[in-house]
């Protein structure tokens, strides 16, 4: 079982935050995993359950000093954590903001509408998350786009990190025909699925342009 937050595990299951160094052993380039998912320099983006940061730094190093990045979680020890880790890897103060509040209810705690939202290895354990899409869709800005990270539908046997099993319980892993049935009836239109080596998907999503 992941370690991590118990805050972010009850609200969530099976999305606590990991131990650190499996989790870098697994995401040795978060920055490279973004660049594929279509982050780029100048965006606003939010890190939609944020934990620790792994991604969220070099979020901001990507978009630069014109972008900005809101990163939110609900578990406040992890939002501190995150912190120390932008701190150290020399990001401005200026250039994210924190968020301590819950996923579920983000029109009321998203100070500005982004471009871009992101949220990875947590979308298979959020309750309703059909909910959740349509919360995050009412935050987008038209035009904007929302990235699913997930493990792929395998044996938790067969994904092994560092000699061990990883990930959530298999019964929980998501196809990303599973994600489009929660994530496209509250409006999005698929932009495209990337692979993620060696178990992860990333899929992505469009929120349409006002016509």
């Known amino acids: 079982m992941n370690k991590g937050s118990n805050v972010a595990g009850d609200k969530f299951p099976a999305s606590a935050m ?3 160094d499996w989790w870098r052993a697994l ?8 660049r594929c998912l279509g982050v780029d320099f100048g965006l606003t983006i939010l890190d939609l359950c944020c934990g620790d940061g792994h991604f ?7 978009v630069g000093g014109i972008g900005r990045v809101m990163a939110l979680d609900l578990d406040s020890d992890l939002l ?3 912190k120390d880790r932008a701190e150290a890897a020399g990001i401005p103060s200026t250039a994210i903001r924190w968020l301590q509040c819950d996923a579920c209810s983000l029109i009321n705690s998203v100070p500005s509408h ?3 939202v992101f949220i ?6 959020v309750p309703d998350k059909q909910q959740l899409a349509r919360e995050v869709f009412n935050v987008l800005k038209p035009g904007g786009q929302f990235a699913i990270v997930n493990w792929h539908h395998r044996s938790k046997d067969e994904t092994t990190v560092l000699g061990q099993p990883r990930g959530p319980e298999t019964k929980m892993r998501m196809t990303p025909e599973a994600v489009m049935d929660e994530v496209l009836p509250v409006g999005f239109r698929l932009h495209g699925i990337v692979e993620l080596p060696p178990y992860h998907y990333g899929i992505v999503f469009d929120k349409p342009k006002v016509s």
């Not at 995401?27 to 973004?34: A, I, N, T, Y």
């Not at 990875?120 to 354990?125: L, Q, V």
């Open 120 to 125: 990875a290895n947590t979308f298979h354990g």
């Open 80 to 82: 501190e954590r995150a």
């Open 18 to 20: 990991p131990d650190g």
């Open 114 to 116: 982004p471009d871009y």
């Open 27 to 34: 995401w040795p380039d978060p920055e490279g995993v973004l």
């Open 56 to 62: 969220t730094a070099p979020m901001a190093h990507i």
